[in-house]
């Protein structure tokens, strides 16, 4: 495998640019314990509750949510999330939500990526989590001869995983500064980072069938990322547990499926004769269309509110 970038083929089609990411559904062994964390580690809404199933997000949407099965257990070297991501509306909310970690002793990971600034943590189950906030105008960060490489707006070279500034970003937060408010309106998933079997089958997934664009692949990493519309990644997939990793067991705890918000009906149309005609099973649930992705991650095609 060389280090490059996969070719687009002149008839591929490319999915809405409209299209973003809308929630995430998790298998969780403890719904109490996971409700806890969520609501006061990093100040989600608990939009609703029905028994064994709960929704969590902001005061508009789900963002998150939870159903607990008896008996799950973590499992290793496996396919599934690595991380999903909650980007905020400003650098001053992401100021509040990191401050609100270090407050509570929560370990995470500040990292700056020039083009976003962010922080890594995992919840109670072994979730991993990432928080950002959007930068652009301190540089872009892109794959480059199949690595990454960050471009400084200032002309200072990066490779885009230094340590984030917390000085410079607490800076951002006045004495009156609350951190133990819910997050804000605007807050949304932002994207998803998944552990595939192989890269080559996954971008043929999500950019040969459903329309992704490639935004950049590193054969050198072991990854690649995919977007509608141009933003720098919708869904980053890596092969870091392994080329042929299987899937998780049933009885494992972790990601059930993430969904696609799709722009309109058309496009949701579109998208199904697509899935037809490539023989991809899916099955027709009344919020969309359910499917797997040929590492089993789940996704749910469905239509934005």
Known sequence: MTDSLPAASPDTHSIHPATRLGLVTLLVSNLDDQ????????????????????????????????????????????????????????RRDLARAVARLFVLKITNHPTDHINTKTTYLDDPEG??????AESPEDGTLVFENGTFSAHRTDGVPSDGREPLD?????????????????????????????HVRDIQEALDFYHGLLG????????????????????????????????????????????????????????????????????????????????HDPSENGLLLTIAP
Do not use: C
């Open 166 to 194: 917390l000085e410079a970003l607490f800076a951002l937060l006045t004495p009156a500064d609350r951190l133990d408010l819910p997050i804000p309106t605007g807050t949304r998933l932002g994207h998803i980072h998944l």
């Open 127 to 132: 979730n991993g989590i990432e928080l950002y």
């Open 35 to 90: 409700l806890a964390f969520y609501q006061r580690a990093l100040g989600f809404h608990l939009r609703w509750r029905d028994g064994n199933r709960a929704g969590l997000g902001t005061p508009e949407n789900d963002l998150l949510q939870l159903e607990q099965q008896p008996g799950l257990k973590r499992y290793q070297g496996t396919t599934g999330l690595y991380h999903f991501a909650i980007v905020f509306p400003t």
């Open 212 to 291: 992704f664009d490639i935004m950049g692949a590193s054969p050198r990493f072991r990854m690649a990322f995919v977007s509608a519309g141009g933003y720098h990644h919708h869904i980053g997939l890596n092969t870091w547990q392994g080329v042929g990793a299987p899937q998780p067991p049933a009885d494992a705890v972790g990601l059930r499926y993430f969904s696609i918000l799709l722009p309109d009906t058309q496009t949701l149309a579109q998208l199904t004769q697509r899935l037809l005609a490539a023989g991809q099973p899916f099955n027709q649930l009344p919020a969309g269309l359910l499917l």
